[in-house]
């Protein structure tokens, strides 16, 4: 160690406030509220998955204390509720054009498909959730008048939009769990399934099982957007007839 002539070590000599390093000012922290802790609830979901959800993932993914969610969100049903509102959010039911309405209805549903579709085990939450904002229940009522502008009966008009949601949820779920069953078993295995099946019901006496025999490559069809489209077709054929002169609701 060098020391100056008076015995004082370089060590002990004060350095001079401008030539000291600068502190990096710490980063501004962004306040927590409940739009951030539900981006961050879909993070989890997205990577976790339903099952393993919890609050204390939430907080770790935020990087507080759970303690800190409750603040904000009552518990863990609430935050699901939460994200399932969220999926109304800037969504708008478009003004009903009568001539149109069976387009309308689809393209509602492909859009409901799509954002289900968006986040892992979503549509299990929304199957989860009855929705009792007012924001979810002006957009239901918007559809139930919508649907009885169109002529349908008031009892079909009432059930119809709880038919096509749980339509599009299940159709989600159904395709969610084929998606993660090829992640573990791949595409290719699927492939070998199916046609074991084809080979099995095609190989059955027609004499016993005529329609199985005849019908199994339609049941069997892994084109999910085409098995979407047909069960929408289905629907609206099905409400169509209701809407013929003297038609409504069976006993």
């Given at each position: 160690?060098f020391?100056?002539m008076?015995?004082?070590?370089?060590?002990?000599?004060p350095v001079p406030?401008?030539?000291?390093?600068?502190?990096?000012?710490a980063p501004?922290r962004?306040p927590l509220?409940?739009?951030?802790?539900?981006d961050a609830a879909?993070e989890?979901?997205?990577r976790?998955g339903?099952?393993?959800?919890?609050?204390?993932?939430?907080?770790?993914?935020?990087?507080v204390?759970?303690s800190?969610?409750?603040?904000?969100?009552?518990?863990?049903?609430e935050?699901?509720?939460l994200?399932?509102?969220?999926?109304?959010?800037?969504?708008e039911?478009?003004?009903l054009?009568p001539?149109?309405?069976?387009?309308?209805?689809?393209?509602?549903?492909?859009?409901?498909r799509?954002?289900?579709s968006?986040h892992?085990?979503l549509?299990?939450?929304?199957?989860?959730?009855v929705?009792?904002?007012?924001d979810?229940?002006?957009?239901?009522?918007?559809g139930?008048?919508a649907?009885?502008?169109?002529?349908?009966p008031?009892?079909?008009?009432?059930?119809?939009?709880?038919?096509?949601?749980?339509?599009?949820?299940?159709?989600?779920?159904?395709?969610?769990?084929?998606?993660?069953?090829n992640?573990?078993?791949?595409?290719?295995a699927w492939?070998?399934?199916?046609?074991?099946?084809?080979?099995y019901?095609e190989?059955?006496?027609?004499?016993?099982?005529?329609n199985?025999v005849?019908l199994?490559?339609?049941?069997?069809?892994?084109?999910?957007?085409?098995?979407?489209?047909?069960?929408l077709e289905?629907?609206?054929?099905?409400?169509s007839?209701y809407?013929?002169?003297?038609?409504?609701p069976?006993?």
């Amino acid at each position: 160690m060098f020391t100056t002539m008076t015995g004082v070590s370089e060590q002990d000599v004060p350095v001079p406030p401008w030539e000291r390093p600068r502190k990096r000012p710490a980063p501004a922290r962004v306040p927590l509220n409940r739009e951030r802790i539900v981006d961050a609830a879909y993070e989890v979901l997205d990577r976790e998955g339903l099952d393993r959800f919890s609050m204390r993932m939430v907080a770790a993914e935020l990087g507080v204390a759970v303690s800190a969610l409750y603040v904000h969100v009552a518990n863990k049903d609430e935050l699901l509720e939460l994200m399932y509102q969220r999926l109304f959010e800037q969504v708008e039911l478009p003004e009903l054009d009568p001539p149109r309405w069976r387009e309308q209805l689809k393209e509602y549903a492909r859009a409901s498909r799509a954002r289900l579709s968006a986040h892992r085990d979503l549509a299990r939450i929304s199957m989860m959730h009855v929705p009792f904002s007012g924001d979810v229940l002006g957009f239901i009522d918007k559809g139930l008048g919508a649907f009885r502008a169109i002529g349908l009966p008031d009892e079909v008009a009432a059930f119809v939009g709880d038919l096509v949601s749980s339509y599009v949820e299940n159709s989600v779920l159904e395709e969610s769990l084929w998606k993660e069953r090829n992640k573990i078993e791949s595409r290719d295995a699927w492939r070998v399934q199916r046609q074991q099946f084809l080979d099995y019901f095609e190989s059955l006496p027609a004499d016993r099982f005529p329609n199985l025999v005849e019908l199994s490559h339609f049941m069997l069809n892994e084109d999910e957007n085409h098995r979407f489209e047909l069960g929408l077709e289905i629907i609206v054929r099905g409400l169509s007839s209701y809407l013929s002169e003297g038609a409504g609701p069976t006993d």
